[in-house]
């Protein structure tokens, strides 16, 4: 039985140069013979508990996961129960909806500040870096944010909402280099609260609180890395709030992680450890929310720079580890690091994108300038 199984998943890899038990670094080395079954029963969702489990190692996991996603071959595997449970209750549930919506911040972003500031940058921004002319993980963030600035026309005197403003990253930059005020939420209480303490002394103000919440005005609203939590039983009512918090003449950027496919459903692994009630939104999915809401200025894809940054975040949990794991135990650290390196390979496959997306209300009368 395990040799027809394991004989299966090598005939599935045809083509990808994946050799099961081979000498290459993307060639994942087999501890457990049960990998077989439990991959071909569960797909993804095997495959990422089997390496918690140390069933299998793998040197290039990264390469291993771009080889796969490259030739489809999750595809490949078809239906299997993880899949069809995560299509059923997207189906059936707005897993996003009122209290729900707080759940990613008690599940994901209250995991621990100390892991959070050892795996990213000075300025702690967990989205991705901009890598243009950058030498380090610091410099691809700084020029991000700079980007964000630059993209809305951001001046001293403005006052803008960060819907899902993480530790206050952008918020503290554009105070700071921009002269603006900003209003910061996040559903995350850990998040919240080293954001007030970071943001200390600013024109900055952190809030518990769930962007449905929010009725006031702004001269420009950002949104960096946060869509992917509404979910797209939700989008529309998310452009709807985006739209009633900007003044006529404003500007809104949202930067989020595409999909390719439209879908309402992620990955079953990625559900259950990583991002929970999460999806990636398609430019299809983000057009139909926004049509009759906003004017589409610009769109600006550069998906490939989020390999590099999820690289460095993976170097500097590493590097790190050793003062992490009196919190975390040797399983976190297989399922942080998985999560690391196989969205890595997802970017480096190309069937994650990273879009920064510039909307008006009515359009900008002169025309919009992009900036890159």
């Keep these: 039985m395990n040799a027809k199984t394991e004989d299966r998943i090598q005939k599935l890899l045809d083509g990808t140069g994946i050799t099961l038990n081979g000498s290459e670094p993307w060639d994942p080395q087999i501890k457990n013979a049960r990998f077989f079954e439990r991959v071909l029963a569960q797909g993804s ?38 899949i069809i449970w995560e299509a059923v209750k997207a189906k059936v549930m707005n897993r996003q909806a009122g209290k729900r919506a707080y759940h990613i911040g008690k599940a994901h972003y209250d995991m621990g500040n100390d892991l959070y500031r050892a795996m990213l940058d000075d300025r702690m921004v967990y989205t991705c870096g901009y890598w243009k002319d950058a030498q380090s993980l610091n410099e691809a963030q700084v020029n991000k944010l700079d980007l964000v600035c630059r993209k809305i026309g951001l001046k001293r005197g403005d006052r803008v909402l960060d819907i899902g ?50 009725h006031e005005k702004f001269d420009h609203v950002v949104s960096l890395g946060m869509v992917e939590h509404v979910g797209e039983k939700n989008y529309r009512k998310y452009f709807k709030v985006a739209r009633r918090c900007l003044k006529d003449d404003g ?49 600006h894809n550069f998906g490939k720079d989020y390999e590099k940054t999820l690289l ?10 050793e003062q992490l794991k009196h919190r975390y135990d040797e399983r976190f650290y297989r399922m ?17 994108q990273l879009w920064q997306i510039v909307y008006s209300k009515n359009g900008v009368v002169e025309g919009y300038k992009s900036v890159r």
């Design 312 to 321: 460095e975040w993976n170097t500097n949990f590493e590097e790190h580890w």
């Design 336 to 352: 942080w690091r998985y999560y690391l390196l196989s969205c890595a390979g997802f970017f480096r496959a190309r069937k994650g």
């Design 165 to 214: 403003c993480g530790w206050g990253s952008f918020a503290k930059f554009a105070a700071e280099r921009y002269g603006a005020s900003v209003v910061g939420i996040t559903v995350s209480s850990e998040q919240a609260e080293l954001a007030r303490k970071l943001c200390a002394g600013l024109p900055i103000e952190i809030r518990l609180q769930d962007y449905t919440a929010i």
């Design 251 to 299: 500007l809104f950027l949202l930067h989020t992680i595409g999909s390719l496919k439209s879908t309402a459903t992620t990955d079953p692994w990625i559900e259950k450890y990583i991002f929970p009630n999460s999806t990636l939104p398609s430019l299809k999915q983000l057009a139909k929310a926004s049509e009759g809401l906003f004017v589409t200025e610009d769109v």
């Design 45 to 82: 969702l095997g495959l990422g508990e089997a390496y918690m489990d140390g069933w299998w190692e793998c040197e290039g996991l990264d390469e291993f996961i771009a080889r796969v996603l490259r030739l489809n071959v999750d595809q490949k595997l078809g239906l299997n129960l993880p």
